[in-house]
């Protein structure tokens, strides 16, 4: 895993944002605020006790962020972006911050985490594909690219997502 190879997982500080915003910027590039899942940051704040980033030294290795939603009147988390440096890709390192990031919204009680991404990636990590019928984002989306964890037993969901 990540801290095997000497990288040191930690919770994001204001201090980061701007290696943050540099990383994400290098991995998805400007495209990034078109798409729809940006609705849902662009007036929000990150919650930097369930946000992570990941430094090999001095150098930031990668981050997840997570975000507070609704879907209806229910407050969730929603994931993203998460990214890590491409020098680190397929190592393991995303995966660990996801799995950080998710125990720490599973301790402060959130009942599910949302984020838009790819199944077969993101079901290893416990996320399924939500309910389309259900949960509506503010925006055009790839529907079957809506993915939910719920955290808690038979937490279910229906509305439209909005920034929390």
């Known amino acids: 895993m990540a801290e095997d190879r000497g990288l040191q997982i930690v919770g994001e500080q204001p201090?980061?944002?701007?290696a943050v915003?540099?990383?994400?910027?290098?991995?998805f590039g400007p495209g990034r605020f078109v798409k729809t899942a940006e609705r849902l940051r662009e007036t929000n704040q990150p919650r930097l006790d369930l946000s992570f980033?990941?430094?090999?030294?001095?150098?930031?290795a990668g981050c997840v962020r997570l975000w507070p939603i609704h879907i209806?009147?229910?407050p969730l988390i929603f994931l993203g972006p998460f990214a890590v440096d491409p020098d680190l890709r397929s190592q393991g390192l995303g995966a660990r911050?996801?799995?950080?990031?998710?125990?720490?919204?599973n301790a402060a009680g959130a009942p599910a985490i949302l984020l838009v991404g790819d199944l077969?990636?993101?079901?290893?990590?416990g996320f399924e594909q939500a309910d389309p019928a259900a949960i509506q984002l503010p925006g055009p989306v790839d529907r079957r690219r809506v993915?939910?964890?719920?955290l808690g037993a038979g937490a279910e969901f229906q509305g439209l997502v909005r920034p929390g």
Do not use: P, Q, T, W
């Open 97 to 105: 911050l996801i799995e950080v990031a998710c125990e720490a919204a």
């Open 53 to 60: 980033v990941a430094y090999d030294g001095e150098r930031l």
């Open 21 to 27: 915003e540099a990383l994400v910027a290098k991995a």
């Open 72 to 74: 209806g009147h229910a």
């Open 120 to 125: 077969a990636y993101f079901s290893r990590l």
């Open 147 to 150: 993915l939910i964890r719920r």
């Open 15 to 18: 201090s980061d944002l701007a």
